[in-house]
């Protein structure tokens, strides 16, 4: 039987922006809903597939997140310790972070009805457990700003998405079906031309919410907007976010937003696969991340150091560290460790990771082909740099920085002398791309004459939100707040006339 041509609301994508974006349509009241996926069903999910999904969202503490996790024991419950993280505090982060560039009306849209949208998805069935603690004296920290995530991690959390959508909700997905043309001009849009293995057809709707991520995946694109060598990065995430919808909204009209010479990279295993790092199977993420530099030094081909290890918690600079890699020679660099960091590893323990060790820095330098001289006198510099007033504090900002040296390290500047001594290659892995469409506080997409283009809206990745960097665990935020604002704009414009 050929698919229906007509329908209420076309979400384009099949990750977790798209997933949300139709479950709220229909639950605003759209009669047929239709999903288009590009990747075949085995492979469709986007991004999430490869994540722990973090939410970082307003709350007021450990009695609203109790809420989240009734069956947890109640002795694990009282001893962890979970700070409020208040409107203010992610208005700073996102400020912060994006060198106050984001948008303030998006940014106040985005924190304002954060907790809304994850309270949403939780009065919809996605059932959700604390992220990673660490044990200090009995206590049980959470990381900064994020503190829970779904059972199961992105798999799992698609899996439960899919149920309410597809089993509970009526909405219908189409896998294999790529969108290649919008019909439609700046003013108003009414369908798509959709490609399957077996031909095309166009598939007509009042609304449609483009939810087709960013231009990670398409190295032409990369290497256009993000910059030298930018085509040579990893892809942590789907191979199918190529961007074409992307330049089809660009091509209608529709007015480009965000950092388009910006993405989220991050630091990366040198080893990691060219796209699709694996997440690891019991939900807690991906398995190639290199995120424990703060507890030692990275220096590039040359044995330079080039970036401040210690500027912040790893929540708030890993997102830019990536790009910092890619700059160097061969767009590679190492992290060095002495034993006293490796004990400190949070990420670097759960995974195998392409290493090398060595008893001393000098042969350790030959090992991974580097100049022992230079490398040598960078880490002596560094050594003798490093403050000793100071008492180290590894879970907080503790002000023990190194003097007189740049680049600095402002926080957890410990010397490297206790060998043996390792070193874990690295470059750069992207996220997403920064650039996309611009879109108002309703999830509708505007066009380059400011006007909202009728019927179009956007959520997810393929929106222009960030600059330059981004606070760990905000994307999916992201996807449930303009999702969640798309499916009941979307349904409400069905009904207006
Ligand atoms: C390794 C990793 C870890 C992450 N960890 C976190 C985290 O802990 N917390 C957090 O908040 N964020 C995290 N993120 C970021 C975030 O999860 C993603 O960026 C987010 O999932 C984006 O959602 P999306 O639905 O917009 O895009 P995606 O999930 O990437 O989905 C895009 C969809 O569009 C489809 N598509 C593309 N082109 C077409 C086309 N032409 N026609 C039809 N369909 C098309 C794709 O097949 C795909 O299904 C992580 C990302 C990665 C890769």
């Known amino acids: 039987m050929s698919p229906a041509t007509r329908c209420d609301v076309i979400v384009i994508g099949g990750g977790s922006a798209a997933l949300e974006a139709g479950i709220a349509a229909r639950q605003a009241g759209a009669g047929s809903v239709v999903l288009l996926e590009k990747a075949p069903q085995h492979e469709s999910g986007g991004n999430a597939q490869f994540s722990h999904v973090g939410f970082r969202f307003v709350h007021s503490g450990a009695q609203e997140l109790r809420q989240f ?77 994020h503190h829970i995530h779904p059972i199961g991690g992105g798999p799992g959390m698609l899996q439960q998405l899919r149920d309410i959508a597809f089993n ?58 993000l910059g030298a060598n930018a085509d040579l990065m990893k892809v942590r995430g789907s191979k199918h976010n ?18 388009w010479q910006g993405a989220h990279m991050s630091p990366i295993d040198l080893k990691a696969p060219d796209v699709e790092t694996p997440a690891m199977s019991d939900g807690r993420g991906n398995s190639m991340n290199r995120y424990d530099y ?94 000793t007033d100071v008492a180290f504090m590894p879970g907080e900002l503790d002000g023990k920085g190194t003097r007189g040296i740049g680049p600095r390290k402002s926080n957890w500047a410990m010397p490297l002398t206790r060998g043996p001594f390792r070193a874990y290659p690295i470059t750069a892995g992207i996220t997403f791309s920064f650039g996309g469409v611009q879109v108002d506080p309703q999830a509708r997409v505007i066009n380059t004459n400011l006007q909202p283009v009728e019927g179009l809206f956007a959520s997810g990745d393929i929106i222009g939100l960030f600059f330059h960097n981004y606070p760990s665990c905000t994307g999916q935020t992201r996807n449930a707040v303009f999702s969640l604002l798309a499916g009941r704009n979307a349904s409400a414009l069905l009904k207006r006339n």
């Open 69 to 145: 996790f009734p069956a947890l024991d109640e002795t694990i419950f009282r001893r962890m310790q979970i700070p409020v993280y208040t409107r203010q505090d992610f208005i700073d982060d996102l400020n912060r972070v994006t060198q106050s560039r984001i948008d303030p009306v998006l940014a106040e849209c985005l924190v304002d009805n954060s907790n809304a949208a994850v309270t949403w998805m939780r009065d919809i069935g996605i059932v959700w457990e604390p992220e990673k603690m660490t044990e200090v004296d009995g206590k049980l920290y959470l990381p900064g700003g």
């Open 294 to 387: 703060q507890f030692g030094i990275t220096v590039n081909a040359l044995g330079e150091r080039f970036f401040d290890e210690g500027e912040a918690k790893h929540a708030y600079t890993y997102a830019k560290t990536g790009r910092a890699v890619l700059q160097q020679p061969g767009g590679i660099a190492y992290q060095l460790y002495d034993q006293t960091g490796i004990d400190l590893f949070r990420h670097g323990r759960d995974y195998p990771a392409t290493m090398v060790e060595a008893p001393t820095l000098a042969e350790l330098a030959v090992k991974i082909g580097v100049e022992p001289e230079p490398l040598l006198r960078t880490v002596e510099n560094f050594n003798a740099a490093c403050r």
């Open 168 to 225: 509970k909700s009526g909405v219908e997905i189409r896998y294999e079906s790529r969108v290649r043309m919008m019909h439609g001009n700046e003013r108003k849009v009414d369908g798509v031309r959709v490609s399957t293995p077996d031909g095309e057809y166009d598939l007509a709707a009042r609304a449609i919410i483009v939810c087709s991520g960013g231009f990670q995946a398409n190295t032409a694109m990369r290497a256009r907007y």
């Open 242 to 259: 190529t961007g074409e919808v992307l330049h089809m909204l660009l091509d209608l009209g529709v007015r480009p937003a965000g950092h």
